[in-house]
T-cell receptor, first 113, second 114 residues
């Protein structure tokens, strides 16, 4: 399944499927991007980051893709598991300006067993 | 690995009362950030400190103040509490303020105003 980020705040997938969560950012000067996972009752947890001199970065079961031309960021989760159910936030930072990350609207990922 | 510690985890206050939230950053992290998160909302930045000095200010109400102490822990002081202050308050820390370092968040303080 695929989320269109701001326009679809909930993404439901079956266990084992791949998930894609999208995020559109607004500041063309942003040069550092972070994905966070927030489980109910907990603080945002760092998943993966990417700098603007890269267009792809892989972690364990996660891949972040960055398209600076259209100011779009995506998080791909392979073989989604029930434990991946959470709200996912993207955040952007302009490290040459204010270094405070700006959070995008979260996407709720629901994984059905 | 040590994480960001926040206390208390839950706090119930009445309108017009005061509250103090505490944050203990990850060891050797010199930057602390405070965020407010309403239900179903993304975290909103309030204020940050680097090396015990205020480094940036967001949407923090004048009724709130914060500081970072010599041991790098931080406290958020909230006065004249209003119903709208009910929210999750997160603290995050990072190593350095201007670089590309991710923030690490605590599990928050849930503040409820009656």
């Amino acid at each position: 399944g695929e989320s269109v980020g701001l326009h679809l705040p909930t993404l439901s997938v079956q266990e084992g499927d791949n998930s894609i969560i999208n995020c559109a950012y607004s500041n063309s000067a942003s040069d550092y991007f972070i994905w966070y996972k927030q489980e109910s009752g907990k603080g945002p947890q760092f998943i993966i980051d990417i700098r603007s001199n890269m267009d792809k970065r892989q972690g364990q079961r996660v891949t972040v893709l960055l398209n600076k031309t259209v100011k779009h960021l995506s998080l791909q989760i392979a073989a989604t598991q029930p434990g991946d159910s959470a709200v996912y936030f993207c955040a952007e930072r302009d490290t040459g300006g204010s270094y405070i990350p700006t959070f995008g609207r979260g996407t709720s990922l629901i994984v059905h067993p | 690995a040590a994480g960001v510690i926040q206390s208390p985890r839950h706090l119930i206050k009445e309108k017009r009362e005061t509250a103090t939230l505490k944050c203990y950053p990850i060891p050797r992290h010199d930057t602390v950030y405070w965020y407010q998160q309403g239900p179903g909302q993304d975290p909103q930045f309030l204020i940050s400190f680097y090396e015990k000095m205020q480094s940036d200010k967001g949407s923090i109400p004048d009724r709130f103040s914060a500081q970072q102490f010599s041991d790098y822990h931080s406290e958020l002081n909230m006065s004249s509490l209003e119903l709208g202050d009910s929210a999750l308050y997160f603290c995050a820390s990072s190593a350095g303020a201007g670089g590309s370092q991710p923030q690490h968040f605590g599990d928050g303080t849930r503040l409820s105003i009656l």
